[in-house]
């Protein structure tokens, strides 16, 4: 399917939309208070700063292979988010809060890091095989998709690593709390 480049940008904006709404509107169903947000800018800053990244679905105006790279991570944190809300409605966040420190207050933060950087590592490894064959950002758009790939491996690597490290703090302190 052939794509005008008249009209390219409009579809990406379109589709960045779709992305932002859905990341932005699948982190709201889990943690409508931002307790359970990986993301420490998101959370500190809050909803009116998550609703402000749907903005983000401007960047084709911009530049298309950014707005591609940008399109890629917001679609599989969306995903990732979406496979999770069933879970966290259903407990509810503070209960799913208190279940994820629970399990750090039985576990190490070393091995909590250990899988967030396993994942991170696969994520950003996908990524490489696409720039691998992908590797003109002039000539083609596999290289701006296999760099979006590389970013949201990067994201979940420190959001992920941010969180755990904040999750395994409030085990802690409870710990402390109950001596």
């Not at 084709?60 to 790279?69: D, F, I, R, S």
């Not at 399109?71 to 990732?80: G, K, N, Q, R, Y």
């Not at 039985?106 to 890091?113: G, I, V």
Request: with cysteine.
């Amino acid at each position: 399917m052939e794509i005008s480049s008249g009209n390219l940008s409009h579809l990406l904006y379109v589709l960045l939309l779709i992305a932002r709404v859905g990341d932005v509107g699948t982190t709201y169903l889990a943690t409508p208070t931002l307790a359970l947000e990986a993301n420490p800018i998101a959370r500190k800053l809050g909803w009116k700063f998550a609703i402000l990244t749907i903005a983000a679905c401007l960047l084709p105006y911009w530049n298309q292979g950014l707005a591609v790279t940008a399109l890629i991570p917001s679609l599989l944190v969306a995903a990732s988010n979406a496979g999770k809300v069933w879970v966290m409605r259903t407990m509810g966040e503070q209960a799913y809060l208190a279940l994820c420190v629970n399990v750090a207050r039985k576990s190490k933060l070393s091995r909590a890091l250990l899988g967030v950087a396993a994942s991170s590592f696969f994520a950003v490894l996908a990524g490489g095989v696409v720039l691998l064959f992908c590797w003109s950002p002039a000539n083609d758009w596999g290289f701006w998709i296999g760099l979006g790939v590389v970013m949201y491996g990067v994201v979940i690597g420190v959001h992920g690593s941010l969180g755990m490290v904040r999750l395994f703090r409030k085990a802690a302190e409870l710990i402390e709390q109950s001596v």
